[in-house]
Structure formats: structure tokens, C-alpha cells
């Protein structure tokens, strides 16, 4: 019987390490829907390229940087 009670403290110490490395691990796993990087962009003032979520939208134009959103208005 000692063997059975063995067996049940190693898969509740295992449940446990394996709950804790899911804990540890699900925030870098919920990060990872961020990087889905969407179109590119044009900067409607000095022309870099940047990610559509990234880029500030003044009506149908593009601006890499407030600055430079600025600067065209
Ligand atoms: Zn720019």
C-alpha cells in the first residue's frame, strides 16, 4: 500500500511543478498575439514603413511619429 500512497504524492507533486510552470509560462504565451504584425504603412512624411497598428491615421495618411503628424498638418 506504501507504493500507491508513492505514487499519489509523486502526480501530486508533479500536478503542482506543472501548474506552476503553466502559471509562469501564460503570460509570454498571451504576448505572443501581439507580435501579428499587420500591413505596412507609409510615413506620409519622411516615407518609413511602419506597422499599421503602430502608425498614427490623420484621414486616408500615415504618420510614423506625432512629429512628423504635426509637421504635415
Ligand atoms: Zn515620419
Redesign the pocket.
Known amino acids: 500500500m506504501f507504493g500507491i500512497r508513492a505514487l499519489f504524492y509523486l502526480v501530486g507533486i508533479g500536478l503542482v511543478i506543472w501548474i506552476l510552470l503553466r502559471l509562469t509560462k501564460a503570460p509570454r504565451i498571451r504576448e505572443k498575439p501581439l507580435k501579428k504584425v499587420g500591413s505596412m504603412v507609409r510615413?506620409?512624411?519622411?516615407?518609413?514603413y511602419?506597422p499599421q497598428n503602430e502608425a498614427l491615421q490623420v484621414a486616408d495618411k500615415y504618420?510614423?511619429?506625432t512629429?512628423?503628424r504635426d509637421k504635415d498638418q
Open positions: 510615413c506620409a512624411h519622411c516615407g518609413t511602419v504618420y510614423c511619429c512629429a512628423h
